[in-house]
């Protein structure tokens, strides 16, 4: 029986998320490892989540100048991640170098919406997007962005071209 329902259409989102980087957006480089793949010699997909968690770290330590185990250590505020998603385009292999970066989606009152593109040589292997969650980690509550960083995540908008 013929599939009646047709390839499936990517959301305008989705496609803005599959555009190279813009030339101010934070990146970093990640060799891809034997310890990153699956029997099928390419990345296996949770490992990109890991990676997604720890650019985001060097992202706030890096690229905002926020030191984030300062923000979870000593100011006691979190960023869980409470949604998850990504669209796996092109498979990378062990000894590709993958590079990461990092464009703000959304800020709302106390969440961010992080999107993360991955590049080898300038083609877009895998688009994600995360939505974290400003949080006291006394009680675990969401608690409004702190001005500074809403301020700071505002700039490195603007840097990067969004509107």
Do not use: K
Not at 104 to 116: D, L, T
């Amino acid at each position: 029986m013929p599939d009646t329902l047709g390839p499936p259409v990517p959301s305008p989102d989705a496609e803005a998320r599959r555009r190279p980087l813009p030339p101010g957006a934070f990146r970093v480089q990640r060799p891809i490892r034997f310890s990153h793949t699956d029997p099928a010699g390419i990345v296996y997909f949770p490992v990109y989540f890991d990676m997604f968690n720890g650019v985001v770290e060097d992202w706030f330590t890096h690229g905002l100048g926020i030191n984030y185990a300062d923000l979870i250590l000593e100011r006691r505020i979190g960023l869980p991640i409470v949604h998850a998603e990504c669209d796996f385009l092109i498979p990378s292999r062990m000894g590709e170098t993958l590079t990461l970066g990092v464009l703000v989606e959304r800020i709302g009152r106390s969440s961010i919406a992080i999107g993360i593109t991955g590049e080898i040589d300038g083609s877009v292997r895998l688009a994600g997007r995360l939505t974290v969650v400003a949080t006291a980690l006394d009680d675990f509550a969401s608690i409004p962005i702190p001005s500074d960083l809403r301020s700071t995540l505002e700039a490195y908008r603007a840097a990067c071209g969004a509107p």
